[in-house]
């Protein structure tokens, strides 16, 4: 049996912190590591949405022995390296700030670093970007990222499911961008998809 190598998880400052929760904790039911990068905006915005602090949920999460987190700012980390072993990249939620940093090409904190390396070793790069309305801006850089290979998954609602809760459509959203990086969803997942098709 080949071993799983890690997925890079960057969390940045946009909103949508339950996406990045369904995400992770969605990759470690699939026992696969996770290796975490959160900007300071990411802990800001996970404390005003999930009403927890950031260090409190990374603890939990650590109980899998699965998670590594990173410090935003540390530059020297073991992810920052091309010749570190990973399968690839998401980040979610993905601000526009980061959006445009990484359109631009800049790597001024680790998680940037990191979607910067995982393109020049041809890695998948996966990006749930968040914010509406779109400006021409933002809507150019989501281009010139989608010209490069990178998957951009929006998160957009699953209608044609008739999902009744928001957990449905997060759900049904950390599924989408776990295909787009290439992972399948676990068998539970489909049986939750099966469940909200149409009849
Ligand atoms: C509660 C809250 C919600 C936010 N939601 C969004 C958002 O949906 N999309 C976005 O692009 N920026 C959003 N922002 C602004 C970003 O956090 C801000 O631009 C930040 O500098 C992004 O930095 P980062 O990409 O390094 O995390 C939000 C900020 C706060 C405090």
């Not at 410090?71 to 091309?82: C, I, K, R």
């Not at 850089?141 to 499911?161: C, D, S």
Request: a neutral charge; charged letters at 15%.
């Amino acid at each position: 049996m080949t071993k799983q190598l890690p997925v890079v998880v960057g969390v940045s400052g946009a909103s949508g912190a339950q996406l990045a929760e369904r995400v992770i904790s969605r990759l470690l039911a699939q026992h696969v590591p996770v290796e975490l990068i959160a900007t300071p905006s990411a802990r800001i915005v996970w404390r005003q949405e999930l009403e927890q602090p950031w260090a409190e949920q990374v603890a939990r999460w650590s109980a899998s022995g699965l998670i590594t987190e990173h410090n935003p700012n540390n530059q020297a980390a073991t992810v920052a390296s091309g010749s570190y072993p990973v399968y690839g990249m998401i980040i979610v939620p993905c601000s526009m700030g980061t959006v445009a940093a990484l359109a631009a090409g800049l790597a001024n904190n680790l998680l940037l670093r990191v979607a910067d390396v995982t393109q020049k070793e041809s890695r998948r790069l996966v990006v749930v970007p968040r914010e509406t309305p779109l400006s021409t801006v933002h809507l150019e850089n989501l281009l010139r990222l989608a010209q490069r290979g990178v998957r951009i998954v929006p998160p957009m609602p699953n209608f044609y499911q008739r999902p009744t809760t928001v957990a449905q459509v997060v759900d049904f959203v950390a599924a989408r961008a776990l295909v787009a990086l290439g992972l399948s969803p676990s068998l539970d997942q489909e049986q939750q998809w099966q469940g909200l098709e149409l009849e």
